[in-house]
Nanobody, 115 residues
């Protein structure tokens, strides 16, 4: 079964924090790469952070030092801890699992940062 379910989005003020969670099916959690992408209104979907079994973590320059991606292998979960949130972080955040060139997506969770 291929399933990714996000939670944890919401409305937060500038400078605040949120923690996103993604529960993956066991099959998808075995994929080498998991992580988070986001899509703001009128913009293309962009990589936020990924965590891989072989290469560790990778972050977009815009979130380095503020966001942390992690995975809990016992719970089949991937997390995104977001600190020092800014209005430009407002977007729908999608959990992602990648196997080779194929991407799988969750339904997305809205994150809104008010100024």
């Amino acid at each position: 079964q291929r399933q990714l379910v996000e939670s944890g989005g919401g409305l937060v003020q500038t400078g605040g924090s949120l923690r996103l969670s993604c529960v993956a099916s066991k099959m998808m959690f075995s994929f080498n790469s998991m992580g988070w992408y986001r899509q703001a209104p009128g913009k293309q979907r962009e990589l936020v952070a990924t965590i891989t079994i072989t290469e560790g973590t990778n972050y977009a320059d815009s979130v380095k030092g503020r966001f942390t991606v992690s995975r809990d292998n016992a719970e089949n979960k991937v997390y995104l801890q977001m600190n020092s949130l800014q209005p430009e972080d407002t977007a729908v955040y999608y959990c992602n699992a990648q196997r080779g060139a194929i991407h799988y997506w969750g339904q997305g969770t809205q994150v809104t940062v008010s100024s």
